[in-house]
């Protein structure tokens, strides 16, 4: 029993010191007004009007932001996420479309204090020469006729590498994702 606690504090303090260790950067879009925290250590791969991604080159592992306007029809549809049930099994259909993944976990939450959606997903990107593996964590959030998606993404040579450095890094995407805020009042 003893043995079993010391382990249990050294994860403890190991895991606490990846979440904790890192620097981070700050990143604001003024297009859609939005403001989010990553480790300063990190690549900014991709900045413009509607995306954002950073990436840890050492590991493949990365953050997406995608914000965009909703079109019209989804605009009386999705005003806001009040039907979570239905928009749920919707955007759970197009991500198994979209990866071909067999199961998508997923639920509601809340991010930048507004009532979210959360989906964890895995698949495969097969070429004729390699499989890479991916896991993939995304919550959605609609805000004044914008969908926000921010997207956690890890991948492997193995779907049991993919899923270890997921965990590895949760920490610190937790917190990177919980920094999320959009930075202006509602309409």
Known sequence: MKKRSITIIIAIVFFSTIAFAADFASYRNLTHKYA?????????VREDAKYFSVLDKSSNVNININSE????????????????????????????????????????TV???????????????????????????????LKNDIRYTVTYKVS?????????????????????IASFKVTYLDK
């Not at 989010?36 to 900014?44: K, L, V």
């Not at 928009?87 to 990866?99: N, W």
């Not at 492997?156 to 990177?176: H, L, V």
């Open 111 to 141: 991010l930048s204090k507004e009532k979210a959606l959360w989906f964890k997903y895995r698949y495969i990107q097969r070429s004729p020469d390699t499989e890479l593996y991916f896991v993939v964590y995304q919550i959605v959030v």
């Open 156 to 176: 492997g040579p193995s779907q049991k590498e993919a899923d270890m450095k997921f965990k590895k890094y949760w920490p610190i995407m937790k917190t990177s």
């Open 69 to 108: 306007e909703l079109p019209p029809n989804d605009k009386r549809k999705y005003n806001r996420i009040t039907d979570i049930p239905k928009i749920r099994e919707g955007l759970a259909d197009i991500i198994k479309k979209g990866t071909k993944s067999s199961s998508v976990e997923s639920g509601p």
């Open 36 to 44: 989010i925290t990553y480790p300063a250590n990190w690549e900014r």
